[in-house]
């Protein structure tokens, strides 16, 4: 999975439905407390590459530590489907839940994996 190709994505109820662009060439297997909890598998794209199509009057927000990472989930079937964020140097990237994106098997895709409990 090299090429990057355009992705529909969605919420479990459906609600929620986005597009992205990605190559899913790096998708992050993080360690951290809401990643764990949440079993995220996320790939980070610029916010051009991510356009939300519907549901946005049903995503909530939740943020946690330094509050700087805006997790956006449905608030009828409670999936997280995105987060917002910005890089250490601010640029803003957002932060796809790869487990939301149609026909995606997990298994076949390289998973990185990331120290985010010593962040
Ligand atoms: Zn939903």
């Known amino acids: 999975m090299t090429e990057p190709r355009t ?7 459906g609600l929620v439905r986005f597009e992205c662009t990605s190559d899913l060439a790096t998708v992050t297997a993080c360690n951290c407390s809401i990643c764990t909890k949440k079993g995220l598998h996320l ?3 610029p916010p051009s590459s991510f356009t ?4 946005g009057d049903v995503l909530r927000e939740y943020r946690f530590h330094k509050k700087v990472i805006g997790h956006q989930f449905c608030a009828e079937c409670g999936t997280e489907v995105y ?3 910005a890089m250490p140097d601010g640029t803003p990237i957002v932060a796809v839940n790869v487990s939301c994106l149609d026909g995606i098997d997990l298994a076949e895709i390289k998973m990185r994996p990331h120290n985010g409990r010593a962040d």
Do not use: S
């Open 83 to 85: 987060a917002n964020g």
């Open 52 to 55: 939300l199509r519907a549901g």
């Open 43 to 45: 790939t980070f794209l």
């Open 7 to 13: 992705y529909t994505g969605g919420c479990h109820c």
